[in-house]
């Protein structure tokens, strides 16, 4: 029997469809994110964005974003619906001290995990770095 040429293609197709697909979610496993370069903050929350418009930070946070968010809030922040855009947060503090509460504590409604808390898992450096990232791609 001769091959099919279209069920190879397709199957060609599926495999680069699943490819791009576990790319375009994110790794499953919370990513640790190297901070080195950037100030350490220590132990207590800053309640304001130490490193705002900091071009290291918005590059660290670029891959922490892509590695540990995207899954569910879209590459490069632009979301597919999943979980909301966070290109609107709002700038500056009033969007600072929002976000560290909730990617501190995650997001539980009905007993059920929609966002799994972050403390513990990515340092204070990460998380404000992917802060600084995700405010250099605001949009009103
Ligand atoms: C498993 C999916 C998931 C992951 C991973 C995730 N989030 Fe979320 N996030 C959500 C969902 C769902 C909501 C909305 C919760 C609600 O309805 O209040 C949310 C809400 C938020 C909000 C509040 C947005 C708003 O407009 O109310 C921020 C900020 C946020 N996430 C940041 C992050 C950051 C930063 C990361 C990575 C460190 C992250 N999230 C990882 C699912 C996720």
């Known amino acids: 029997m001769k091959p099919s040429i279209l069920g190879g293609g397709l199957l060609a197709l599926g495999l680069a469809l699943s490819a791009s697909?576990?790319?375009g979610h994110g790794d499953v496993q919370p990513q640790p994110v190297d901070t080195a370069g950037l100030a350490p903050l220590g132990e207590g929350w800053k309640d304001e964005n130490p490193y705002r418009g900091d071009v290291k930070a918005i590059a660290i946070g670029d891959s922490g974003f892509n590695q540990n968010c995207a899954r569910c809030?879209?590459?490069q922040?632009?979301?597919?619906g999943l979980?909301?855009?966070l290109r609107y947060l709002p700038v500056g503090k009033e969007g600072d001290e929002y976000f560290v509460e909730r990617v501190r504590h995650g997001a539980i409604i009905n007993g059920m995990t929609k966002m799994p808390a972050f403390e513990g898992v990515l340092t204070q450096e990460a998380l404000w770095a992917i802060r600084t990232y995700i405010e250099s791609k605001h949009e009103e």
């Open 21 to 23: 697909m576990a790319f």
């Open 73 to 75: 809030h879209g590459l």
């Open 77 to 80: 922040v632009i979301s597919g």
């Open 83 to 85: 979980a909301p855009d």
